[in-house]
């Protein structure tokens, strides 16, 4: 049974840092693109990074408003997927998610969504306050 369990998530004054992790088990394609999303209330899920496997060339991507603040990487380890996210503003306020595809996929820069994930965890809360 695949499993995605984020952690790291919690409440953090504007301009803070917080690192989420999430970490799989029985998820037979740690080489293959990962990705982080998120969801605001009353909002729809959106990207907010990924990363494609090692073999691939690792190439990271993101979304225009986390730029330059968050950085996606794998542990040493290859078991478990990391957000640092930096400089937090209080519109990251969000439940964050990990997510992987449910085969071997390589993520296009600027080509990639929801719809290219089909494990998901099952959410750790960010709360960025002002």
């Known amino acids: 049974q695949v499993q995605l369990v984020e952690s790291g998530g919690g409440s953090v004054q504007a301009g803070g840092s917080l690192t989420l992790s999430c970490r799989f088990s029985?998820?037979?394609?740690?080489?293959?693109?990962m990705g982080w999303f998120r969801q605001a209330p009353g909002l729809e899920r959106e990207g907010v990074a990924i990363i494609n496997s090692d073999a691939s060339g690792g190439m990271t991507d993101y979304a225009g408003s986390v730029k330059g603040r968050f950085t996606i990487s794998r542990d040493k380890a290859g078991n478990s997927l990391l957000l640092q996210m930096n400089s937090l503003k209080v519109e990251d306020t969000a439940v964050y998610f990990c997510?992987?595809?449910?085969?071997?996929?390589?993520?296009?820069?600027?080509?990639?969504?929801?719809?290219?994930?089909?494990?998901w965890g099952q959410g750790t809360q960010v709360t960025v306050s002002s």
């Open positions: 997510a992987a595809p449910e085969r071997r996929t390589y993520c296009s820069r600027g080509g990639w969504g929801p719809r290219n994930f089909g494990y």
């Open positions: 029985g998820y037979p394609y740690m080489d293959t693109c």
